[in-house]
């Protein structure tokens, strides 16, 4: 019964926030007055909180008050960050999850040969710049790294894709961090950018594909060089 009656709850709450009754970044009611207004425990009451939290409809934190979070992809990618750290745990879980961005990414390149245009080639050549000047500086590489690729899941138009590419740069990061940065590698990484930028000029999405995973399957080897098989 007890979980019967937090759906309830949770049905009524996920309807007044998607109908805008309880607006973006304000706080829902009070534990006291769900449990007034449902005739529900404070048991029910905090599993039913707990559950609008997990869909990514509001934010709870410690003594406050959970707040509305605007249902959005970037709320879905988190809602899941719990499961996907998990999953990561397990053997194999970075690279499965290393080889789906590779198959999106592959395809979000190929998707930049056929249809960039004049601002989103100005992007890219703004990212590869960055990329260039950070060759140096290691910790800034890995960001403008991360800025380069994330061009490309702007590029469609999607609002999906650059929630993906958050996703997978907050997923992915704790083994990224503790990847050894030199010099070298980031001019290796650097030329393996710019050669994808060039098929993407030429509008050849076959070289594109193929420049992208090149340099992906290379970044894993140094993970793989670094940490073994996870």
Do not use: C
């Amino acid at each position: 019964m007890t979980g019967r009656a937090a759906d309830q709850v949770v049905q009524a709450m996920s309807q007044r926030i998607r109908d805008g009754s309880i607006a973006n970044g304000q706080p829902i009611p009070a534990e006291r007055d769900l449990m007034a207004e449902f005739n529900i425990s404070r048991t029910v009451a905090r599993e039913a909180v707990g559950i609008l939290s997990s869909q990514g409809l509001v934010v709870a934190k410690p003594r406050h008050r959970p707040v509305v979070r605007k249902p959005g992809y970037d709320a879905a990618m988190d809602a899941a960050s719990s499961i996907v750290g998990n999953l990561l745990l397990q053997p194999s879980g970075v690279r499965n999850l290393f080889d789906t961005r590779i198959l999106v990414e592959g395809s979000l390149v190929r998707n930049a040969a056929e249809h960039a245009g004049k601002q989103d080639i100005a992007d890219l050549k703004a990212a590869l710049a960055a990329n260039e000047a950070a060759i140096d500086d290691s910790d800034l590489f890995y960001q403008t790294d991360m800025q380069f690729h994330q061009v490309f899941y702007q590029i469609s138009g999607n609002p999906v894709w650059p929630s993906v590419h958050r996703a997978y740069s907050t997923w992915l990061e704790p083994h990224w961090r503790q990847m050894p940065r030199l010099p070298d590698r980031n001019k290796a990484n650097f030329t393996a950018h710019s050669a994808i930028l060039e098929a993407i000029l030429l509008r050849d999405p076959d070289a594109a594909e193929k420049q992208l995973k090149t340099h992906l399957a290379e970044a894993w080897e140094q993970v793989r060089l670094t940490f073994g098989d996870i």
